[in-house]
C-alpha cells in the first residue's frame, strides 16, 4: 500500500512494529539519512516498513525529520497505513484490528475489529469511509467517523492483499491469492465484476485516476490493464523477470509505475504498453512504488533496507535514504 499526503510533504515510513510514529521536520542532519536495517513493504510520501524505529523525510531535501508524537497499542506488525484525503488522520492496519489516529496529535480516535489477520485499508476520496481486506478473504466497509461497519464483501476464495476505492468513490477493487481482481458496489456490497486473467496472486491493484481503467500487479510477473466497466483485459505487459508486487498510475493516467521481485521498477505507456523506462538501483526486491502528486518523482521501497526517489521522465535517482 502507498499514499502521498494531499500537500505532498511529507515522505513518511511506518515500521511493522506495535508502535506508530509521526515525525516532524526540524532542520538538515545527515544522520537522519541512515538506512533502516529493515524490509520496506509500503511506502509513498507515506508507507509502512518491517523496521524498529520509524523514518520520514521532507521529500525534496530528503532530510532533517524527527520524532515528536508515538502511537502506541498496536497489537501486532503494521501492514498498512494511509493519510485521510485531507491529511488530518491516519489509518493503519495492524493483527487484526484497523486503527485511526489524529495525524497531528497522534491520538487514537477508533479501534475497528472485525478482521482476521494481515488487514491492508484505504480511505475513500471524501474521506468518509474506509475499506479494508484481508487473510480471512472478506472485505470491510467502515464509517470512518463512528467506526460503524456497514458492509462485509464476500467472495475471494483467498487472502485478499490489495483494496481501493475508486476515484468517484462507488467502486472499490481487490486483488487475492484467488488470482482474480474483483470489482464491488461500495453502498451496495454487490460484486459487480470478477476479472480473470493473472496465473498467480494478484498482489496490487489500483484504478487510473479518471476510474475507467484498472491495473494489477501479479505472482506471474505480468502488469494487466482492465476496462473498469466491462472487465476486459486490454493490455499485458511484460518485462519484468519476478513477481510484480506494487502498481500505481501516474496522475494523469497517462502512464503506470511497476515494483518487482527483480530488483527493477518499470514506467509504462498505459496506451501503448510500451516499457519507457527501466529504473535500476535497488539490491532487493521492490516491494511498493508510487508516484508524487505532481508526477514528476517516482518513490519506491525495497527489502535492501531503502527508498529511493527517482525523476518519473529521465529515470535517474534523485535520492536515497
Known sequence: MEVFCQNSRPLFEVPVVKKVTYLQFVEPRETAMKRHAILIVAIGFMGCSHAKTPKAWHQTTAQGWHQ?????????????????????????????????????????????????????????????????GSADKTLKVWDATTGQETLTLRGHSGLVLSVVFGPDGKRVVSGSVDKTLKVWDAVTGQETLTLKGHDGFVRSVAFSPDGKRLVSGGQDSTVKIWDATTGQETLTLKGHGGFVNSVAFSPDGKRLVSGSLDTTLKVWDTTTGRETLTLVGHGGPVLSVAFSPDGKRLVSGSLDSAVKIWDATTGQETRKH
Open 68 to 132: 515528536t508524537t508515538g502511537w502506541a497499542n498496536l497489537t501486532g506488525p503494521v501492514t498498512s497505513v494511509a493519510f485521510s484525503p485531507n491529511g488530518k488522520r491516519l489509518v493503519s492496519g495492524s493483527g487484526d484490528t484497523i486503527k485511526v489516529w489524529d495525524a497531528t496529535t497522534g491520538q487514537e480516535m477508533l479501534t475497528l475489529g472485525g478482521h482476521g489477520e494481515g488487514v491492508t485499508s484505504a480511505y475513500s476520496p471524501d474521506g468518509n469511509r474506509l475499506v479494508s
